[in-house]
């Protein structure tokens, strides 16, 4: 509900702040006191249009702020998630006014916009005035009041949840379809290419692989030759192996060897000489195994090459990685298993599409049905309400309109308007078309008194619903809008004594003049001052003892 209303510099407001409680709170005053000011205001911060003329003379800007307490499964809580405001305990919306007419709007002070501002205030206040309607006048809502009036919310809620699983299937197949029919467009194509893939046959990490191995052979390629040129220095270079190192060797001893005797001397030059051959013969051996061992297979380079070009060819043909290659390979080959197997699939998926159809269609007949029943038990109590409010020709019309299938929704397959006479023999229209003012002030008050347990809006205000009636009928309204006020919280402008006894607390709304500016002040009344305003209302400019006493017998 609405907590406090803090206004600044609006019209010929200059600060005023309202703490406002649960139940039934009227509001009076002179004629011109600036009653309308205080709900132009709440309508600002409810995102209705804001003009430059709604700024005080003089002053650079004006603001108003709403604050609202709300329980955590208010709608408003799911709009604010939606938006990605974070739920505190109270939300405020606040509107801030140029004086040239441009405007800001706030929630919990972020900046928005105002169609936020506009959205969040129609599920937080209704306004039912001379000139104004908001909530009930909107056909959008009446379906939904209509269920929680007939306790349908189950069944409507049925026809949500069968709506959404007709329209995912309906996805589901107009996917396979539209996956089919691409299919066909690209068959030989996609044939041609998992046929070629298939046969490359293409490895997850088949590419690092081979580039190590081909790196790898490469490299041994390179110490092959190496090795062989070192034996190749240590080799005979011609067939009777008389030239080398070794042949060196063996020469250098046989000279040594023939070397008159004594020849001690010779001896550890050729023991020296000898070892030396032993560990050249040693080397070379050792060389002709590494040479042996180091010795690559040009057919497997060749191999390893040729593969690992295909893979990147392929890769670079189907524009991916050739680590993509295999991935590339199963997506096209469900293509085309897709396309082989789509039309059984389709028919399946159609099929389950029309037992959805079906099945949404069971559930939102049976909802129009109980509907209809619903219907004439409200057109029933509203008409039982209209009497005593001096509406006894007026009759609630409620109408229940197929739509055409393209328009059907998850609330089902009808469209639900409230729709009025005033007078008999006249056609039924909308709420706002055939009523005048007063006469639709009271029309929303009867639906409300109807409706008011199965209303999402907390906040009801209610601008002269008084208008051009007294006595009975205004006592009759006074009683169903405390009525109301025993489940929603109500405000009520008016210039009815019987209505404003009523009220759970009561505000005097004043103007007056502060230095050289008209002012509008807001005052609440303790009980001794309403009984003096009641009087006043009773009696007019001079309070008799009379109207003080008529006053008391009002609020008795």
Not at 392 to 398: N, P, Q, S, T, V
């Amino acid at each position: 509900m609405l907590t406090s209303l803090a206004i600044r510099d609006i019209v010929l407001i200059e600060r005023l702040d309202l703490s406002l409680g649960d139940g039934l709170t009227v509001l009076t005053g002179e004629t011109g006191a600036g009653k309308s000011i205080l709900l132009d205001s709440l309508g600002l911060a409810l995102g209705q249009r804001a003009e430059a003329g709604m700024v005080r003379t003089g002053q650079p800007q004006g603001s108003v702020a709403a604050c609202f307490h709300l329980p955590s499964d208010h709608p408003a809580q799911a709009v604010l998630a939606e938006q990605g405001i974070e739920a505190e305990d109270d939300l405020v919306l606040r509107r801030v006014v140029q004086a040239d007419g441009r405007s800001r709007a706030f929630v919990n002070d972020q900046p928005v916009g105002v169609t936020l501002l506009r959205r969040l205030g129609a599920l937080l206040v209704e306004v039912q005035g001379q000139h104004d309607q908001v909530g009930l006048a909107d056909p959008a809502t009446h379906g939904a009041l209509l269920d929680a009036f007939g306790g349908l919310e189950g069944r409507r809620n049925a026809v949500g949840e069968a709506f959404r699983e007709w329209r995912g299937a309906e996805r589901a197949l107009k996917a396979a379809q539209e996956a089919i029919a691409q299919a066909q467009r690209d068959e030989e194509w996609l044939r041609h290419a998992v046929e070629e893939l298939s046969a490359l046959a293409p490895l997850e990490g088949e590419e690092e692989a081979l580039a190590e191995e081909r790196q790898a052979m490469q490299q041994g390629e390179r110490r092959a030759e190496a090795v062989a040129a070192a034996l190749s220095e240590l080799q005979p270079r011609d067939r009777r192996g008389s030239t080398g190192p070794a042949a060196a060797l063996r020469n250098a001893s046989r000279a040594l060897e023939r070397l008159p005797a004594p020849n001690e001397e010779a001896a550890p030059i050729l023991a020296a000489l000898g070892q030396a051959q032993d560990a050249l013969a040693e080397a070379e051996a050792m060389l002709e195994r590494l040479s042996a061992d180091l010795s690559p297979d040009p057919r497997r380079l060749e191999q390893v090459e040729e593969r690992l070009f295909a893979l990147r060819a392929a890769s670079r043909k189907h524009a991916v990685a050739v680590v993509e290659l295999p991935g590339l390979l199963q997506s096209l080959a469900g293509r085309l298993a897709a396309l082989d197997a789509g039309a059984e699939r389709a028919a399946a998926l159609e099929q389950a599409a029309g037992a959805a159809r079906a099945a949404y269609a069971r559930a939102a007949e049976a909802l129009t049905a109980a509907r209809a029943e619903a219907a004439r038990r409200l057109e029933k109590a509203v008409a039982q309400e209209l009497a005593p409010l001096k509406l006894e020709r007026a009759r609630l019309h409620i109408e229940i309109a197929a739509r055409e299938e393209r328009a059907w929704a998850a609330d089902g397959q009808d469209r639900v308007t409230f729709l009025v006479t005033t007078n008999p023999g006249q056609k039924p229209g909308a709420l706002d078309k055939i009523a005048s003012g007063g006469e639709l002030s009271r029309l929303m008050l009867a639906l409300k008194v109807v409706l008011a347990r199965g209303s999402p809006v907390p906040t009801l205000v209610f601008d002269e619903v008084d208008s051009g009636i007294g006595g009975a009928t205004a006592a009759a309204v006074g009683d169903r809008l405390a009525r109301v006020a025993e489940r929603l919280q109500v405000l009520v402008v008016t210039h009815s004594p019987q209505v404003a006894a009523r009220g759970s607390r009561h505000w005097r709304v004043a103007k007056g003049v502060r230095g050289d500016r008209a002012e509008t002040r807001v005052e609440p009344l303790d009980a001794q001052a309403r009984r003096e305003e009641l009087a006043r209302m009773l009696a007019g400019e001079t309070v008799t003892e009379a109207a003080r006493a008529a006053a008391d017998s009002l609020l008795r």
